[in-house]
């Protein structure tokens, strides 16, 4: 069989597995021009990594990254948190993202999103998450956000 | 001369300026493998990054028009999606709601080939402090 290209190619009973899935989720498209990495994952919570490089920059005179990226990382951690805590893919759609940044990333650091899925209901999912460049207790953004369910439900 | 203000990763991700309406720039971005999330759809990080460098650039071309020169620091920025993005040119323009001596309000839009049905809507506030 050849290799599935995207999530929605695994079989439907498929049990989720966040460092597999990442494979896919980071290879192709957006994850994969970012350079989106697994990093750490448990039962409702999964960490992606975005190395730091030049193209990602928003402040061309400080280093300082866009906060595009930031979005991506986060989008995708708390997604994947979300199959992790289901133990399964289910299509969905971001709803909305809410992102405050707390402070700038030091240029050259690579950055952690730690997405975590808090609640789930049949069709909506809530989540929230931080962003760090190293030390946890000094996020350089949190997240909340919610997505729905597309083609079934969650739960 | 808004053009010179885009940065690196406006370049990166293929983020130009597609005209000038009114003062406010107007960007776009082509579909491509690099801002694809599920297949066929743009990802809706590159969406919020197409509304971010729009509402910033909004926002520059604001400051420029009073002759301030002004650091940016973002503070937060909360973006709705409306419909998936489709394998089609992108567009995102901003709207300076409130610049005041310390803080701006911005908000942006992102459409496709019908403006009148955005795709997705951003608000941006941004810390603003003299430059120098």
Redesign the interface.
């Known amino acids: 069989m050849s290799e599935p ?4 190619d695994l079989p439907a009973d498929f049990v989720f597995d966040p460092s597999r899935a990442a494979r896919l989720m980071t290879r ?7 350079g989106l990495t697994y990093h750490a994952h448990g039962t409702d919570w999964v960490e992606l990594a975005l190395p730091w490089r ?7 005179e400080t280093g300082v ?5 930031i ?3 986060m ?2 951690a708390t997604s994947m948190s979300v199959w992790t805590l289901c133990r399964r893919f289910v ?1 969905h ?9 707390m402070r ?1 990333a030091v240029p050259g650091r690579t950055v952690i999103g730690h997405g975590e899925c808090y609640k789930l209901t049949r069709t909506i999912s809530f989540i929230r998450g931080i962003a760090h460049d190293g030390d946890p207790d000094d996020p350089i953004a949190h997240v909340t956000g919610t997505f729905m369910a597309t083609h079934g439900t969650y739960l | 001369m808004i053009g010179t203000d885009l940065p690196p990763y406006a370049d990166g991700i293929g983020i130009a300026i597609d005209h000038d309406e009114d003062g406010q720039p107007v960007l776009f971005m082509d579909f491509g493998e690099r801002v694809m999330g599920r297949p066929g759809f743009l990802h809706g990080g590159a969406i919020s990054g197409l509304m971010e460098m729009a509402a910033i650039a909004a926002l520059r071309a604001e400051l420029d028009r009073r002759g301030e020169a002004m650091k940016l620091k973002p503070v937060n920025v909360q973006v709705e999606f409306m419909r998936g993005g489709t394998e089609q040119r992108t567009f995102a323009m901003g709207q300076v709601t409130r610049a005041g001596r310390r803080v701006a309000l911005v908000n942006a839009e992102a459409w496709q080939e019908d403006r009148t049905k955005p795709i997705a809507l951003a608000q941006m506030k941004v810390l603003l402090s003299p430059a120098g």
């Open positions: 290209k995207s999530l929605h192709h498209g957006h994850g994969g021009w970012l030049d193209e990602l920059v928003g402040v061309a990254l866009a906060s595009g990226p979005i991506s990382l989008d995708n299509p759609a971001t709803l909305d993202l809410r992102v405050d940044y700038a």
